[in-house]
């Protein structure tokens, strides 16, 4: 009979496959789980993990799913749909047993198969999975999966997973009644590198009342010593994280304040409104990412590539405007041209007010911007700060060479040192001063830019800049490009510095009195243009 | 002719003190009648609203005088007046908030934001704050000193022009981060406010607003009295010469300095007063008093009146803040465009002010007059 024969191959086939699946555990630990004294379920959760054999996930999803069941106090079984099978072995038993008895899970035993659950995925294949079970262990792990870590530490290969299941190991050893473990695993920190192993350590070194949480002074001491030794080992990471902001603030200030020092610096306007030049470039960032996000949706991580000459173009538009419409008139008269610049910065800061609302707007990081390269276990170097870092070098190289290699340059710096005796070589210093302060403008547009990838992007964006700027400048020394970059720097620095001993409105504090103090002392800034007028 | 008579006719002629006096009269008697006396909704009631807001412009009216005599007729823009007038006014601040005495939301002795802070006494610079007259001299003193010691540095560095501007806007914007912080001890971002009595007198009654509002007046009155005699002298005549060519007047044998650091000390004096005048009547000091903005805003009075001209600021400081008070109930979003605007055309157009525009004005027709006489005679 066909069907006879088919049902029977089909039934060979399920033998087969179940065959396939079977597995041995240890027949006492098997029953110890399901039907010993609390603490022996626990014991026996944390042996039968370390064996990593198949069937344990099978019988601990059971167990939480409450289909165990303990036959005559001696055979723990699977049951499910009329079918049971031994847990222990994974063999079909049939017919179903006579006196069986739902094993039970309080919830101490709940928790260590849970957690137990998580472990057994410490040596899965796929690395995410790997990466979730350490998570899972960070929040909690008993004593019980220490031989399921030390297991899985020996295997893991992924320098992230190894380190986070190191730290995972030690603080379970590290709350462990065996003072011998406590002491390996307090010796055993000091050679890591991870920033978490020093609340770790610090822990141990706290008081709780009266008693210190580690009973034991030798541990105390191996663990100040151990503390010593990763922290002058992290100590190097802070400098170097603490030299990268440094170095980023500056390459911001040296954006803001590299248009100035043209306008400023070379033309000798006061322009107010800088800081609202520097806004309108980071709100036309806004607007070429939202008209991406809409039109070219495919092409979104890119449109900063489109961002770029927009925010230039839209600032320079604005400042040559500005120099037609209102500066150019005042050229001579800086106090007066501060206010009228002034004025200007207050209806720029308004309009847009008006036009995009008061409040911030969303500037998105491309892609490829976010995250960070990891150079150190605690220096983690932001890829927008890298990335403005080398954008500040690339418009700094931009504008030297503009300055110095270009007939437009060669003439803002001849009107600059004497605009009569320019103009009487032919030079038209109408449109020298133009085109110069655009270029000024168009550079405080691509500050704004920039800054739009690392800050809120809002109407007072500006403000925020202003003052900075006008001091890069001034302590450069005003018509110095080189000063300009030293004193950014230099500030960017100092600032960060300061910041870490001080913290952030202090150090600011200081910066701002320590430049009054320094203009007192050298009027001219750091790199003055030598001079003999008697009024200079 | 006594030398007394001779100073007063030296200040102003006739007619400029017959204005001064009828300005008295207005201040000292028409505003009290019509406040204190008239009924509510006669025809010259004056409003409460409307003394508050005379009074708070007076003070601005004294800090322009003090930028006139600074930036009009010695030639040194400051962007850090804001800076001082706040100065003044935390320190009569200080001084009220004492006054509160357990009135405050803890009922401590201390004030609310010292309580909220955990703190439990009083820091150094708070001692003897309770009495009055100590804390009308800081008033006066540390705005004083503070400008003193920073231009004392300044003047004989030879910081000038746009550098010094910079440089103050700098100082300033470096105390107001001061002051917003918490731990400095006054009041934070909140500052000082819920002043309860001054002298022991309710703040907050007609009768007591009124007395400040004379008083504001009165100080008004004086510091413009004040200013005319310094510009009127010998002292105030080499001022105006540093305006117009410093390296002249040090060749001449005057040492600048001297005078810069008087003036600008005297204008920063002023200021503090203005700030004191200032506090009660408003009922609130709080760091951003001190942004820089405040402090731009106060040259811009000095320009719309005109510059040089110690009325103009007067009149300027007027202009701008009833405008602005008006703007801001009728249009909020246009005042920022207005003021703007007015900077920007007030630099390109009006460069005397307003003054100087009624000045221009008066002498075109005295000219038509002329030229009408003397085509009249010669037919």
Redo the contacts between chains.
Sequence with gaps: MPTRTISAALGLALLLAWAGFAWALPADLVLAVAAGKSDEQVAAVGRLVVSGDAGVEAYFKALLDGTVQVAGGKRVLLVKDEQAADAATGEKVAPLPEGLEDAVVNNRLRGALESAMGALKLISPDRAERLAAVKTLEDGAGEEMLPLIAKALAAEADPQIKKSLALVQASVQLKSADAAMRMAAVKALAASDNPNTKTLLLGLLEKKGDNFSEPDAAIRAEAQDSLKAVQSRLSVGERISQVFTGISLGSILLLAALGLAITYGLMGV?N?AHGELIMVGAYSAYVVQNLFRTQLPGLFDWYLLAAVPAAFFASALVGMLLERA?IR??YGR???????T??????L???V??FFGAQNVRVENPVWMSGGVEILANVVLPWNRVVIIGFALAVLLLMWFLLTRTRLGLFVRAVTQNRSMASCVGVPTARVDTLAFGLGSGIAGLAGCALSQIGNVGPDLG?TYI?DS??VV?LGGVGQLAGTVYAALGLGMANKFLEAWSGA??A??AI??F???F???R?QGMFAVKGRM??S | MGPLAQTVTRLYGRRGWSVLAACAVILFALFPLANLAMPKGSLFYISDYTVALTGKIMCYAIVALAMDLIWGYTGI?SLGHGLFFALGGYMMGMHLMRMIGREGQYQSELPDFMVFLNWKAYPWYWSFTEHFWYSALLVVLVPGLLAFV?GF??F????K???F???T???T??FM??F??NDTGFGGNNGFTDFKRILGYHVATSQTRMALFMLTGAVLILTLLFARTIVASKFGRVLTAIRDA??RVMFSGYNPVHYKLAIWTASAVICGIAGALYVPQVGIINPSEMS??NS?EI??WV?VGGRGSLVGAILGAGIVNFAKSWFTVAFP?YW??F??????L???YL?QGVVGAFDEIRRRIEERKLGQAVRGSAA
Excluded: C, H, N
């Excluded at chain 1, 800086?334 to 009228?340: I, K, R, S």
């Excluded at chain 2, 004989?156 to 910081?159: H, L, N, Y």
């Design positions: 006061i107010m209102v008139f005042l800086p106090l007066e041209t501060l206010l009228a002034w004025g200007i910065s207050l209806i800061m308004q309009s007010r008006s403000q003052v006008f001091m001034v409105v202090l600011k504090i701002l009195a430049i009054i103090v203009i007192q002392k009027p008697a009024d | 823009l920073f540095f300044a004989r560095s030879r910081i022009g746009v550098y501007s910079i440089i806007q700098a100082l914007f470096a981060l001061l917003f912080r410093e390296s820089p903005a731009i040259a811009i320009a979003e920022l465009f003021l703007g605007l007015l900077f920007i007030v630099t390109l460069p």
